[in-house]
């Protein structure tokens, strides 16, 4: 068992403590991952609050044969703060940003990004998108970010849905194979 | 990677990428393909490393005891003594009411959407139950519509039940409105009724508003900075709180 999932145990008994140690170990990752989506800090952490929040409810079903408490927490932000986008009618205004967001190769200009420090794993993962295709890059962060189907993409971007499918599915194994002989995971 | 065709859709679903009707077949099939069940979860911790790529950003400092604070608050609903066995059976009326509600969605098979619904409930809920709640009944001059708006002042939200009232017309809307003696009146947020002229509704409060009244309007549609009509439902607030 992973440092993780035993803190997620530990929340499952209503153990305090465990729950602090997992935000130090994750809350800065997931309030990225919201500000990436939201676009705004107090969102974000509204985001954050929510994700944590849930995990503490839900610590009991969490099973870790099924993923990591890192894929765990990332899904429940990523779809909270999708939530929170729609909810606020600021769909268009993400998408906008997301498109900003592909086309530039650096990470995208965030006030907020100051004294970061970035791990070892982080930064191959970053040498990895940097090394993906752009069209494919493009395509799997409009998904993730902007929460967009495939279809929706191909009609953004004017490509046709075969084409979207195709650079989704090679690029998420290109990155797949990457970050496992990087050993991210 | 030879095999089967759903096998080449694992990535977009783990992606969030399926549209409705491909998501929908596609978790058919996972239930009985463990191969493609795996190459969702490897997937999934793929597409949880993309943040990487959307740059570090720091949270406020006082965003861990936040997260702490809330899961103190997650405790078991205490008994409400102050309110009356009337107050407790429509309460519990409104529970089962939104319960059907959540059984609806989850029939919908959208449990995205339950989600978010089962936690604007359990604010509302939360909201309706605390014991230092201000209410105020809404009533218009003779016959219905009525309102009725709860003032959680502790928690900051606002939440209101609006019956008999008929959807607003297009580009028109309805706007709730906060007024203290002697001020301008604040908006609180605009609504709109569903079809059988009811609606329930939580708005966060905007930010050091205080009222003695309040009070509903129809606006064009997005809302007015001020009432732009004399407002058709007023009610003072009751119970204050501490």
């Known amino acids: 068992m992973t440092e993780d999932s035993l803190l997620v145990q530990r929340m499952a008994n209503g153990d305090e403590r465990a729950l602090g140690e997992l935000y130090d170990r994750h809350g800065r990752v997931m309030y990225t991952?919201?500000?990436?989506?939201?676009?705004?800090?107090?969102?974000?952490?509204?985001?954050?609050?929510?994700t944590f929040g849930q995990a503490w409810r839900g610590a009991a079903q969490f099973d870790p044969g099924r993923g990591s408490v890192g894929a765990w927490l990332s899904t429940i932000a990523r779809?909270?703060?999708?939530?929170?986008?729609?909810?606020?009618?600021?769909?268009?205004?993400?998408?906008?940003?997301?498109?900003?967001?592909?086309?530039?190769?650096?990470?995208?200009?965030?006030?907020a990004d100051r004294g970061v420090e970035r791990n070892e794993a982080s930064s191959a993962v970053r040498r990895g998108l940097v090394a993906l295709p752009t069209a494919q890059r493009q395509a799997i962060e409009l998904a993730y970010f902007g929460g967009l189907s495939q279809s929706e993409i191909a009609a953004k971007l004017g490509e046709p849905l075969g084409t979207i499918k195709t650079r989704i599915r090679d690029g998420m194994k290109k990155l797949r194979e990457l970050f496992t002989k990087e050993g991210v995971r | 990677m030879s095999g089967h065709e759903q096998l080449d859709q694992a990535a977009a679903y783990a992606l969030g990428a399926l549209d409705a009707a491909e998501r929908a077949a596609f978790e058919a099939h996972l239930v009985t393909c463990a191969e493609c069940r795996a190459e969702v979860q490897a997937f999934r911790e793929t597409a949880a490393q993309l943040v990487a790529g959307a740059g570090g950003a720091t949270p406020s400092d006082d965003l861990r005891e936040r997260v702490l604070a809330e899961a103190r608050r997650v405790q078991p609903i205490r008994t409400a003594?102050?309110?009356?066995?009337?107050?407790?059976?429509?309460?519990?009326?409104?529970?089962?009411?939104?319960?059907?509600?959540?059984?609806?969605?989850?029939?919908?098979?959208?449990?995205?959407?339950?989600?978010?619904?089962?936690?604007?409930?359990?604010?509302?809920?939360?909201?309706?139950?605390?014991?230092d709640v201000s209410v105020a009944?809404?009533?218009?001059?003779?016959?219905?519509?009525?309102?009725?708006?709860?003032?959680?002042?502790?928690?900051?939200?606002?939440?209101?039940?609006?019956?008999?009232?008929?959807?607003?017309a297009a580009g028109r809307t309805y706007q709730l409105w906060a007024i203290a003696?002697?001020?301008?009146?604040?908006s609180v947020g605009t609504?709109?009724?569903?079809?059988?002229?009811?609606?329930?509704?939580?708005?966060?409060?905007?930010p050091g508003v205080a009222f003695d009244l309040t009070a509903v309007t129809e606006e064009p549609a997005g809302g007015s900075p001020q009432p732009t009509q004399n407002p058709f439902l007023v009610g003072p607030l009751g119970l204050r709180s501490e």
């Not at chain 1, 990436?36 to 954050?48: K, P, S």
């Not at chain 2, 003696?181 to 604040?186: C, L, R, T």
């Not at chain 2, 609504?191 to 905007?206: L, M, Q």
Request: hydrophobic share 50%.
């Open chain 1, 79 to 111: 779809t909270r703060s999708l939530d929170l986008v729609r909810a606020r009618g600021r769909r268009a205004r993400v998408l906008e940003r997301a498109a900003v967001f592909v086309n530039d190769d650096t990470a995208p200009p965030n006030p």
């Open chain 2, 181 to 186: 003696k002697g001020q301008a009146p604040v």
């Open chain 1, 33 to 50: 991952l919201a500000y990436a989506i939201v676009g705004e800090r107090a969102d974000a952490e509204e985001v954050v609050v929510d």
């Open chain 2, 81 to 131: 003594r102050r309110f009356s066995a009337a107050w407790l059976a429509a309460a519990a009326g409104f529970v089962l009411a939104l319960l059907l509600g959540s059984a609806w969605w989850r029939e919908r098979g959208e449990r995205r959407e339950l989600a978010t619904r089962v936690a604007e409930q359990d604010q509302l809920l939360t909201s309706l139950l605390a014991p």
């Open chain 2, 191 to 206: 609504f709109n009724t569903s079809a059988d002229g009811t609606v329930r509704t939580v708005f966060p409060a905007p």
């Open chain 2, 137 to 168: 009944n809404l009533a218009a001059s003779g016959r219905p519509p009525s309102a009725r708006l709860f003032w959680d002042a502790k928690r900051l939200r606002v939440v209101v039940a609006v019956f008999n009232l008929p959807p607003a």
